[in-house]
């Protein structure tokens, strides 16, 4: 299994919002040997914005991957989204993966004047939209919402195929059609699984892979946002259970047994048994103490973690 880490852009309560402190979080998670950074998205929400500081800490990336886990492309339009994925492509030597998603906060789109009711229809557009513009060669889009037809997105991206596009979802049934239809990988939602829906859900990618013609041996998938807490204090794991259950508006009893928050042990386990369940790579989300907690999870979990 490999391991991402996502950037700190949110509110961190001790710590203030700066340049400095993301470059020290990229350096560092590059020392420590992640092998990738994810860029989660909001507008609506106390964090700087991901994309902006995405380009910031480039000059810090030296091998990692930078993985938009998910962008917002239909709240930030699929045009203007291509553009700063692209940039953000070229400047990293062709590093990006781009995760979509429709995201999970009505108020971003109440904020831009879409109606949330629209997700679904506007997300399958922005998938055939951004695969338009970001696949060279690839036909023009003309759909209900957006189009492709008329233009031409300059500069390319950096590599000869464009820029993977994965699609996130929860494992809804019409989320893992739009992964076999649309995605070159998966992004699932750490706290709105579990490793054993998980496997059931990569089941089922790989068999409509199969069924379509496609590589399911080649098609990738990944866990965002494992929120992430190392502590061998019982009130501490349950003060951040609290916090991130507040903030993914799910019981904090259900995410005791699929998050990585209490001692090394407990996290060990929930990743051994996402491992076995076909995850390939999981992005860490730390609560809080971000440069600590991405050190103690490569120090003390991961060498718990079985060989995969």
């Not at 055939?128 to 919402?145: C, D, H, I, N, T």
């Not at 000869?160 to 649309?182: C, F, K, M």
Request: aromatic share 8%; hydrophobic share 45%.
């Amino acid at each position: 299994m490999q391991y991402g880490a996502n950037l700190p852009t949110g509110a961190i309560a001790g710590e203030q919002h700066s340049l400095e402190r993301l470059l020290t979080f990229v350096e560092t998670a590059e020392e420590l040997g992640y092998s990738a950074l994810g860029i989660p998205d909001h507008l609506v929400y106390p964090m700087i914005d991901p994309l902006t500081a995405a380009a910031a800490v480039l000059p810090k990336i030296q091998r990692m991957e930078l993985v938009t886990s998910v962008v917002l492309a239909v709240v930030r339009g699929p045009v203007a989204t291509a553009k700063a994925l692209t940039a953000l492509d070229i400047l990293s030597g062709g590093r990006v993966t781009a995760g979509i998603g429709p995201g999970s906060s009505p108020v971003d789109y109440l904020a831009v004047g879409i109606p949330w009711e629209e997700r679904w229809k506007r997300v399958d557009e922005c998938m055939q939209a951004m695969r338009a513009m970001l696949s060279p060669g690839a036909k023009p889009f003309v759909g209900e919402f957006y189009t492709t037809e008329g233009f031409e997105l300059l500069p390319a991206p950096s590599r000869e195929n464009g820029i993977p596009l994965w699609y996130g979802t929860w494992g809804s049934d019409a989320g893992l059609r739009r992964v076999v239809g649309y995605a070159d990988g998966w992004l699932a939602s750490a706290s709105h699984t579990d490793p054993a829906t998980f496997g059931e859900a990569w089941k089922r990618i790989k068999q409509g892979l199969e069924e379509a013609g496609r590589d399911a041996s080649q098609f990738p998938n990944s866990i965002s946002t494992m929120y992430l807490r190392i502590t061998d204090s019982k009130a501490e794991a349950e003060r951040a259970l609290e916090r991130v259950a507040v903030s993914a508006h799910q019981a904090a009893d259900s995410l005791r047994q699929t998050l990585a928050v209490g001692p090394p042990e407990h996290c060990a386990a929930v990743l051994n048994a996402y491992a076995e369940a076909g995850a390939q790579r999981v992005f860490v989300h730390p609560v809080d103490e971000p440069l600590e907690q991405i050190r103690l999870f490569m120090e003390n979990v991961v060498p718990l973690v079985a060989a995969t």
